[in-house]
């Protein structure tokens, strides 16, 4: 299993401004990930974080708007740029391991932004 | 492409009574796992049961059991015994090995006392 804290959990931002939102995992991961969860609607996976190089990234999504950083297996951040009304939403930070088979995934508790 | 649909976007059940919660998938996929999540209001998701694809026997994790009917593409959670800490959305999900998650739209689930 895994501990995964998120930080922060909640903030409102203005229009135009950038927020960062960091993910801790109480041990080395092999896979982390970074999901939306707009309201009232499914996740969706923004992309996924791989360590030391650059993420990749879903259709949809694109590396100027989320910036991703991983520089090591417990440690990630995702980037929200030149923020609008429309992002916001709940960001989720999601981490799995490969060898075990078991498929699951562990969440953290979300980071809820709110841009006006 | 994998879709992932959820038809029941809200339930309620009486505390101490059973309710089952609809699931269904696409794909063309021969291996694949499914999953039920739980996400109370505090937000962090946690899994509640998993089931792989080649499994024919439904998986059971104490009040919580599925049925799996994979030629329907079908996996339905059934929660026996409901309690208040049972409130909560669920949410369906489908993933194949290497590849990503597939979530549904979910369910709230709200257990009245």
């Known amino acids: 299993s895994a501990v995964i804290s998120q930080k922060p959990s909640r903030d409102i931002c203005q229009r135009g401004t950038s927020l960062t939102i960091q993910c801790q995992v109480d041990s080395q991961v092999t896979m982390m990930f970074w999901y939306r969860q707009q309201p009232g609607q499914s996740l969706t996976l923004i992309a996924t974080a791989n360590q030391g190089s650059e993420a990749t990234y879903e259709s949809g999504f694109v590396i100027d708007k989320f910036p991703i950083s991983r520089p090591n297996l417990t440690f990630s951040t995702l980037t929200v740029s030149n923020m609008s009304p429309e992002d916001s939403s709940i960001y989720l930070c999601?981490?799995?391991?490969?060898?075990?088979?078991?498929?699951?995934?562990?969440f953290g508790e979300g980071s809820r932004l709110t841009v006006l | 492409a994998q879709t992932v649909t959820q038809s029941q976007p809200e339930m309620s059940v009486q505390e101490a009574e059973t309710v089952t919660l609809s699931c269904t998938y696409d794909t063309s996929e021969s291996n694949y796992y499914l999953f039920w999540y739980k996400q109370p209001p505090s937000r962090q998701m946690i899994l509640v049961i998993r089931?792989?694809?080649?499994?024919?026997q439904n998986a059971t994790e104490n009040r919580f059991s599925v049925n799996f009917q994979k030629a329907a593409k079908s996996f339905s959670l059934k929660i026996s015994d409901s309690q208040l800490g049972d409130t909560a959305m669920y949410f369906c999900a489908f993933a194949s090995p290497g590849n990503q998650f597939y979530f549904g739209t979910g369910t709230s689930l709200t257990v009245i006392p």
């Open positions: 999601s981490v799995g391991f490969t060898g075990t088979n078991t498929g699951e995934l562990f």
């Open positions: 089931q792989e694809a080649y499994k024919q």
